[in-house]
């Protein structure tokens, strides 16, 4: 046993602490879980050790959920606690189907926020920073975790909901706002709209731009992008989701490499078809069990985001990152969803690695990926907007053609079109339209 690593030793050890106390508090008074793991001949056997709880632990999926909340409006039973317990109330955002609703006690928020400080403090956020939040406060839990971590570091929160990107960037200049959260698509909208008016910061002042709700900040192409638009500022990459929390941070040292927060999750990743684990270096699913949230938890809950483990997470023996962490890494962050890939034409193509292709052109300003087809005759064309200085839209637009030619070996047709003829987002972009009809 020695030559184990003591570093991973400690979170196994306190995951399995964790864990068993979560399981104790949960078991029987969560309606949901405690019937699902008498039906799977799980219950009381299931955590000796964290391959023994993965061995005997049946997987929670978003139908499971979702069919449980419609069973038992309006929150399910997924509830430890009775409903007086709970204060906090949010939802998914309803992009892959009906929202999830998501109760939280005292207790599981915090736990919330202190993963989320954890998030804040591998950024390098201190309490000298200024902090302007780029989005519309709703039911979607991170911007109220992020607001609220941000605010117990003792760091200065402004918030820019429902506001116009001309009075946010004039907020960004006027109250010296150090660090931006927003997604990485909003981020490169405010650039543009700042190139449009005018504005502009004074050099250095912003120093980070904290991304997440879509996998760009992982992505070298949009990272290099973003921190071209926006001199001086490091492009910061987390994730996390209504029904977890805030997941991962990026490493400090290796820009485009998560880290689990493993204190707050145990995480697995499996093959999507099979279940099984993959090996370092394979893309499989996201499994996640939240350890904290005990008045609304997942054990095993398949998040549907393909990663890249750089480790055999279960493995003690593994050395430390460059950064001095021993946490679970993930290699160039979220990758996609299991959901998203598209086949076209014998190809399997993910967003992400469209994303990669078109950012990699300075000279696009916005772009719509158009998919027509069904029953394995996916067609997919690509519609691009040209920065105003790009002085050749059709040599753009053929060399992106072939850039695709070479990246997938696909033919995907490429059509310029006018300026600001295609939509911008503050939240997730959504760039893919889908068809049923033919292709032309």
Partial sequence: MSNIHPGRRLIVAGQLQRLNALVQAILPANPFYAARLQAAGAHGKLCAS???FAANCPFT????IAADQLARPPYGTNLTFPIERY???HQTSGTMGTPIRWLDTPESWDGLVQSWLEVLQAADVTANDHLLFAFSFGPFIGFWLAFEAASRLGALCIPAGGLAGS???????????????????????????AAKEGVELAPGQLRRLIVAGEPGGSIPATR????????GARVFDHHGMTEVGPVTHECPDQPGVLHVIESAYLAEVINPATGNAVAPGEIGELVLTTLGRTGSPLLRYRTGDLVKPGFDWRDSHTKPCACGRSTLTLQGGILGRTDDMVIVRGVNVYPSGVEEIVRAFPEVAEYQVSLAGANGLVEMELRVEPTADCV???GLAQ?????????LSLRVPV?????????RFEMKGRRWVTSTAPGP
């Avoid at 006027?174 to 405010?190: E, N, S």
């Avoid at 992106?400 to 990246?407: G, I, P, S």
């Avoid at 059509?415 to 939509?423: D, E, K, Q, R």
């Fill in 392 to 394: 050749d839209p059709s």
């Fill in 399 to 407: 060399r992106l053609q072939r850039a695709f030619q070479a990246a």
């Fill in 167 to 193: 009075a946010r960037l004039r907020m960004l200049r006027d109250l010296q706002a150090t660090v931006l959260c927003c997604t990485p698509t909003y981020a490169l909208h405010l650039a543009e709209a």
């Fill in 61 to 64: 999926t978003k139908q499971d």
């Fill in 415 to 423: 059509t310029a079109v006018p300026p600001n003829s295609l939509p």
């Fill in 50 to 52: 964290l391959s023994d």
């Fill in 87 to 89: 204060t906090r109330y």
């Fill in 224 to 231: 290099a992008r973003l921190e071209k638009l926006w001199p």
